[in-house]
């Protein structure tokens, strides 16, 4: 299933996500762990990474550090201390919204399911 | 892993070149893309890779790249500028700093004539503009063709463009205009000692703003 619309609404929960579990990271490298997590079944198109970083990285929710390689210059992104919490906050959104989804495509479904 | 060609860098960059990037910042990562994608290929498949990542970036891309990134820096200038004229935050300095803007502002209005408070006003615009001018030089490029500038030099100095542009409508035409009469309606000068003292801090936060942005790391 690689549908781009469902993938947009959650394409910054992804990101904090990746970071908070591997320390700092590229846009290249983002693009090519979300490839390897779900076997090439998503992939992030470049065109929305890049503006979502940057919007993480204007509300304060991501730093960078410039590392010079090989000739040219790669930024490289870590969450801040306020990227931190607001992982916890989207995740606990995300799988709220996923639960409640759940609920309405199979109704027979328990309350209280966790994914 | 491997090492690109120069032929290959060469096709990297003539075809960044002719998408006119505005900002380094977004030539720059998008160089680095290109570049890291091409060595985790064989170099025999580099056409394809790269005409497949032609299509990513495609202009549409990267225009809208340039302009996001246009403004979540403009959004970030003005946070950073925000953050630093709360002077209770700055300990015992800020609020010595504080009280002494306090007490600039008074002496603006009660004692300086607005004759001479335009002098000032207009020696802060040359102070600032001239200041940021040369600490973000980055931001300007007189070449004829198109070269990529630093986005969060170019977001201040229209910040300081914006603000000068403002005041010379406010404060100076009117005076031009009336020669000189506006300026002995007590109101109008208390408004203009006012946005003078106002226009003096919003141009010291940008220039402590524009000091603290990270120096330009590379230009193609």
């Known amino acids: 299933m690689s549908n781009?619309?469902?993938?947009?609404?959650?394409?910054?929960?992804?990101?904090?996500?990746?970071?908070?579990?591997?320390?700092?990271?590229?846009?290249?490298?983002?693009?090519?762990?979300?490839?390897e997590l779900t076997a090439g079944e998503i992939k992030i198109t470049e065109g929305a990474l890049y503006p979502a970083l940057h919007k993480l990285e204007?509300?304060?929710?991501?730093?960078?550090?410039?590392?010079?390689?090989?000739?040219?210059?790669?930024?490289?992104?870590?969450?801040?201390?306020?990227?931190?919490?607001?992982?916890?906050?989207?995740?606990?959104e995300l799988q709220g919204f996923v639960e409640n989804l759940q609920r309405i495509l199979t109704p027979d479904l328990k309350p209280g399911f966790n994914i | 892993m491997r090492k690109l060609s120069s032929q290959e860098l060469e096709w990297i960059h003539t075809r960044l070149k002719s998408l006119y990037i505005r900002y380094t910042e977004v030539?720059?990562?998008i160089f680095d893309h290109y570049c890291t994608t091409l060595e985790n290929t064989p170099a025999i498949d580099s056409p394809v890779i790269i005409a497949k990542l032609n299509e990513t970036f495609a202009?549409?891309?990267?225009?809208?790249m340039d302009k996001e990134l246009e403004t979540n820096v403009s959004k970030q200038v003005l946070v950073a500028q925000l953050d630093y004229l709360k002077f209770w935050n700055h300990g015992i300095k800020g609020l010595l700093i504080g009280f002494a803007g306090f007490a600039v502002l008074n002496i603006s209005i009660f004692i300086i004539p607005p004759s001479e408070l335009i002098i000032i006003?207009?020696?802060s615009i040359i102070c600032t503009a001239a200041g940021i001018f040369f600490m973000k030089r980055d931001a300007l490029s007189f070449s004829l063709t198109h070269k990529s500038v630093s986005v969060s030099?170019?977001?201040?100095?229209?910040?300081?463009?914006?603000?000068?542009t403002?005041?010379?409508?406010?404060?100076?035409?009117?005076?031009?205009?009336?020669?000189?009469?506006?300026?002995?309606?007590?109101?109008?000068?208390?408004?203009?000692?006012?946005?003078t003292v106002l226009s003096i801090i919003y141009s010291i936060s940008l220039i402590v703003v524009a000091s603290n942005l990270p120096k330009k790391s590379h230009v193609q």
């Open chain 2, 59 to 64: 202009w549409s891309v990267v225009k809208n």
């Open chain 2, 27 to 29: 030539y720059e990562e």
């Open chain 1, 58 to 92: 204007a509300e304060g929710l991501l730093s960078t550090d410039i590392q010079q390689v090989d000739n040219r210059v790669r930024k490289y992104y870590s969450l801040t201390n306020d990227g931190q919490k607001e992982v916890t906050s989207k995740m606990s």
């Open chain 2, 153 to 164: 030099s170019l977001t201040v100095i229209k910040k300081v463009g914006i603000l000068n």
């Open chain 1, 4 to 35: 781009n619309n469902l993938i947009k609404g959650s394409l910054q929960t992804i990101i904090l996500k990746l970071l908070e579990e591997n320390e700092r990271m590229y846009g290249y490298e983002i693009t090519q762990r979300v490839k």
């Open chain 2, 121 to 123: 006003f207009l020696l």
């Open chain 2, 166 to 195: 403002l005041m010379m409508w406010i404060w100076v035409m009117p005076t031009v205009l009336t020669r000189g009469d506006i300026q002995s309606n007590k109101l109008f000068a208390i408004g203009m000692a006012l946005a």
